[in-house]
């Protein structure tokens, strides 16, 4: 059978003692996809055409990963912009994680707050480097499971009033928006690092199954 191909964006980072400017990426989102039976495809973020090279990998995806606040790596900025346009022009899944999940809201013109404690008060400084309660919302929400612990890596967010019109909210902390999905666009979102986890969750499974439907949906694989 032949497996999905996700095409990873990669954060840029600026090494110490040789000032060089790299791309990097975590491990664990290799084994992330190796654990889904996925094959990652590291995206640089310097190539002079990103949607000519998408189309060289037969990729089926893309996951557009953390790191870099939006807005002080134009390279990568310019690198996800062109591929986001790709995929949602020929309607291939999207998955955007932390910064990506950010970065997909404001492209389908929502908003994004740079600093949750000034914005909602001090409940919300706790979403850098800790783990909280998430609230599921339909159609995440399963009986009992309408609350599970995530892991929270960022000091920016959205709030519910800064979601773009055509995503869906499935998940919230407070005011907070966690998680959302528009399966008309193919497009999903989460907040939280499921990479990050021991093994793949129950909540981040759902979300990862709708993703791999829509290529089976789409008949690209």
């Known amino acids: 059978m032949k497996r999905i191909r996700v095409v990873l964006t990669m954060r840029i980072e600026t090494t110490v003692p040789y000032g060089e400017r790299r791309d990097a990426i ?3 989102w290799m084994v992330f996809c190796d654990a889904l039976g996925w094959v990652p495809i590291l995206c640089p973020n310097s ?3 990103p949607v000519e090279w998408f189309d060289s990998q037969s990729a089926h995806g893309i996951i557009l990963t953390g790191g870099n606040d939006i807005g002080s790596e134009p390279m990568r900025d310019g690198t996800e912009q062109a591929l986001v346009n790709c995929c949602l022009e020929r309607r291939y899944p999207i998955l955007g994680v932390c910064r990506g999940f950010q ?9 994004l707050t740079r600093d949750l404690s000034t914005a909602q008060g001090s409940s919300n400084t706790f979403h850098t480097g800790t783990r909280h309660d998430v609230f599921l919302e339909h159609p995440l929400s399963r009986g009992s499971e309408d609350v599970v612990n995530v892991n929270s890596f960022h000091c920016q967010g959205v709030l519910k009033k800064q979601l773009a019109p055509c995503l869906n909210r499935i998940a919230s902390n407070e005011d907070v928006v ?3 999905a528009s399966r008309e666009l193919s497009v999903f979102g989460v907040q939280w690092h499921p990479e ?5 969750q129950p909540v981040d499974q759902v979300i990862t199954s709708w ?11």
């Open 26 to 28: 975590s491990h664990e």
């Open 103 to 111: 970065f997909l809201n404001c492209h389908f013109g929502g908003q």
């Open 178 to 180: 966690e998680a959302y």
């Open 196 to 200: 990050r986890e021991k093994s793949i």
């Open 47 to 49: 190539l002079s055409n």
């Open 211 to 221: 993703f791999q439907a829509a290529i089976n949906e789409k008949g690209i694989i």
